[in-house]
């Protein structure tokens, strides 16, 4: 600010702590000093008070030192060599002053008071302290243990921790590797908590477990690989058991197949669910030599089933007896004599040998080598696993896909068979060309999509007859698992077929014949 009272270079906002003041001038004693740390003054006599600003020379007039104001705070380029050269009261600001015009002389006055002078070198005073700097220092990050940054963790996976705890454990996984490894798999964790997808296990996760477990220590005793659809299946029934509640056992469960070119439904339990599976599985037990389930509950009605020979009753004349048999209505005590009587088969199947495999199984009615009956055992647990699991509400897959693969393959085996069944009694189209065994025949191409899926050509005219390509009449497409509940029964053989090409009566028979394959 020049001598005259107007504003130079240096704007008065600038003056840090000071109020504005509308006028030519502020003066030194509209600062706001309560706000400013009082400087350590030099000892009296250390400095002329007439030397701290001197103007160009010239000897200060009267009333120099009240008027200067704000403005003594940057002395001219002359007035602060000297006042440099003397005690350096008044140090040198950031910019360079430069007046808009020359200082008029003023008017002499008494020398001012040295604390008069040292305020405005307050205002000069260089690198105040920032408040926002103390909080920086003040939100470093704390110091923690290695004992107290493992049990934060849980929390840090869960990005629950404050900033500064998540960089101290962050600082901290760089430099130790167990923790690292832990944070890792917590982080996992979490994300598996967080996933949008369905909580139903995979199918395929026991299969691929056991083959991780079996491949760093081989079983001792292996299970046959036709055997391990059983396995996998009876396995995955039993979780769904152990997971329902005892009321839940009691549920109304409606069984449906396909019978007399119609359906029929029956309503049971959970629990009369699970002895049906047991009594049936009863037929496999016996092919084994092991003890029949029905012996010991008193039913079965003849000698030989509880002499375990060869059981002349059908898997539904067997169900109908353990059903009329158990009253009150079975509970959940079932599930032990049921599960254990699948551990047993299992485990006989794997001591018996290779030769065990084609040991013919009853039904009754008809036989099957054990390796298909197991299949066919296993196929009646997924479909009746499915049934329970819709009475329950509770989420039920179908098996893997190589699983279902060999169960639509026993099916498809089995149609040739089944045509010549119905066409026996009437339920089915004539022969129109007989073939010498093991000759290709007439055939319909039963394409089979999706889960488990594959390409099947079923004999028309006579079972002993070769399903072949080059003869094929008719073309029929189903999804795999629409095909399963097909021969399953639980769905009519009208509405299975997502696609049909060809002789239309060649492929009404083999879905009628499909759908006849079910049973209780």
Request: net charge negative; glycine share 10%; aromatic share 4%.
């Amino acid at each position: 600010m020049s001598g005259d009272g107007r504003e130079g270079g240096r704007r008065d906002d600038e003056v840090r702590g000071a109020r504005r003041i509308p006028g030519p001038r502020g003066a030194v004693d509209d600062l706001d000093l309560e706000t400013v740390e009082r400087p350590v003054l030099p000892p009296p006599g250390a400095s002329a008070p007439d030397e701290a600003v001197p103007e160009q020379g010239a000897p200060a007039e009267d009333g120099a030192a009240e008027e200067a104001g704000p403005a003594d705070a940057v002395p001219e380029a002359g007035a602060a060599e000297e006042a440099e050269k003397a005690e350096k009261a008044v140090p040198e600001p950031d910019e360079p002053y430069e007046p808009d015009e020359p200082d008029q002389p003023e008017e002499p006055e008494e020398p001012a008071e040295p604390e008069e002078l040292a305020e405005p070198e307050e205002i000069a005073e260089p690198g105040p302290v920032r408040p926002h700097a103390v909080t920086a220092a003040a939100a470093s990050a704390p110091v923690l243990s290695h004992r107290v940054l493992k049990a934060l963790l849980g929390a840090w996976a869960l990005s629950a921790c404050s900033a500064e705890e998540t960089a101290a454990i962050e600082d901290h996984l760089t430099g130790c590797a167990p923790c690292a490894d832990e944070a890792l798999r917590l982080r996992d964790a979490v994300g598996m908590l967080h996933t949008d997808g369905s909580l139903d296990l995979d199918p395929t996760l026991r299969t691929r477990v056991l083959d991780g477990c079996l491949g760093r220590r081989p079983a001792r005793v292996p299970i046959p690989e036709w055997a391990t659809a059983y396995d996998a299946e009876t396995a995955r029934l039993d979780a769904l058991l152990r997971d329902i509640g005892d009321s839940d056992w009691h549920a109304p469960v409606r069984l449906q197949w396909f019978e007399d070119e119609h359906a029929v439904t029956r309503r049971t339990t959970v629990a009369g669910v699970i002895g049906h599976l047991m009594a049936v599985d009863g037929l496999v037990s016996a092919a084994l030599g092991l003890d029949d389930p029905l012996a010991g509950t008193g039913v079965g009605g003849t000698a030989e089933v509880n002499a375990g020979a060869e059981v002349p009753l059908s898997p539904t004349r067997r169900t109908e007896t353990y059903w009329a048999a158990t009253y009150p209505p079975a509970t959940r005590a079932v599930r032990e004599p049921w599960r254990a009587l699948t551990h047993e088969v299992i485990r006989t199947a794997s001591l018996a040998g290779r030769n065990v495999a084609e040991r013919s199984v009853s039904y009754g009615e008809f036989a099957l080598p054990l390796q298909d009956a197991l299949l066919d055992r296993a196929f009646e647990c997924w479909v009746h696993g499915t049934d329970i699991a819709e009475a329950v509400d509770y989420p039920y897959g179908p098996p893997s896909a190589a699983h279902l693969h060999r169960m639509i393959d026993l099916a498809a085996r089995m149609l040739p068979a089944a045509l010549a069944g119905r066409r026996g009694a009437g339920l089915a189209g004539p022969a129109r060309e007989l073939v010498a065994p093991g000759e290709p025949g007439r055939s319909v191409h039963l394409e089979v999509e999706g889960h488990g899926g594959g390409d099947w050509y079923i004999a028309l005219d006579s079972p002993a007859a070769v399903g072949s390509r080059d003869r094929a009449v008719a073309q029929v497409a189903l999804d795999g698992v629409e095909f399963c509940q097909l021969v399953a029964g639980h769905i009519s053989p009208v509405e299975a077929a997502a696609g049909q090409e060809g002789d239309r009566e060649a492929i009404r028979d083999v879905l009628f014949a499909s759908a006849s394959l079910s049973r209780l």
